[in-house]
């Protein structure tokens, strides 16, 4: 088993176990990262998912040495599919997804990284475009969500150089949502996604659609959209228990405690 899955109250993890090949995805570990962000777009028990990777290190990218064997269902040629080489970057699913990173998250394992929507990152980490002395292509959206995530000039000196990019500078860039001491990752991401769990879904996901989906969007139509995608959680109940705690004295200074 190169994927292990495992559930804490309404946080699902989701572990790389390739450590020996510092966590290199080939096309059955591909298949099993997909299968396993669809299960959890589908089942109601869970709200917000960890993905992080065994033995030190979040994810090597591609295992080359299959593609190099010949692994024959690497990349599909003809047209893309969501079934995508690194696995489930092509899926949009409702559901936030962090990932855990110690040691490298580099290649294919940056552009996994950048699928998610926060990144916790140790403070010794390493991220970077490593793929790019090879000849590798980032096919798994690394040259479209980069931009988005840190904008075309910074993403330009990452994407032509493949230069190493280590903790402070990924916070800076905000490329890294937090910088953690190192072996914390996965606690603090946990931590994290718990705090998220706790939240009413129905409106934290509405929100977090609208902002996903305004990149493709002209304004006007960007604050259409969210405008129906805001009264559809309304009218599906999605504040009526915020807002009885809130008048009920609940939150007071700002508190997250109660």
Known sequence: MTVAVETSGRVRIVRIQRPEVRNAVDR????????AMLDLAAD?????????GDGGTFCAG????????GDPERVNRLEPTDRAPMGPTRLEIDKPV?????GHAVAGGLELALWCDLRVMAEDAVLGVFCRRWGVPLIDGGTVRLPRLIGMSRALDLILTGRAVHAQEALDLG??????????ALDEAVLLAEVIASFPQTTMRSDRRSARGSWDLPLREALVAEHHL???SIESGGMGDGVARFTSGAGRHGSYDD
Do not use: M, Q, Y
């Open 44 to 52: 109601d028990s869970v709200d917000v998912a960890v993905l992080t």
């Open 28 to 35: 059955p570990t591909a298949d099993a990262l997909r299968i």
């Open 230 to 232: 805001g009264v559809g």
């Open 175 to 184: 490329l890294a949502n937090r910088v953690v001491p190192t072996g914390s």
């Open 62 to 69: 591609a295992d080359l040495h299959a593609l190099a064997s």
């Open 98 to 102: 962090i990932a855990a990173i110690e």
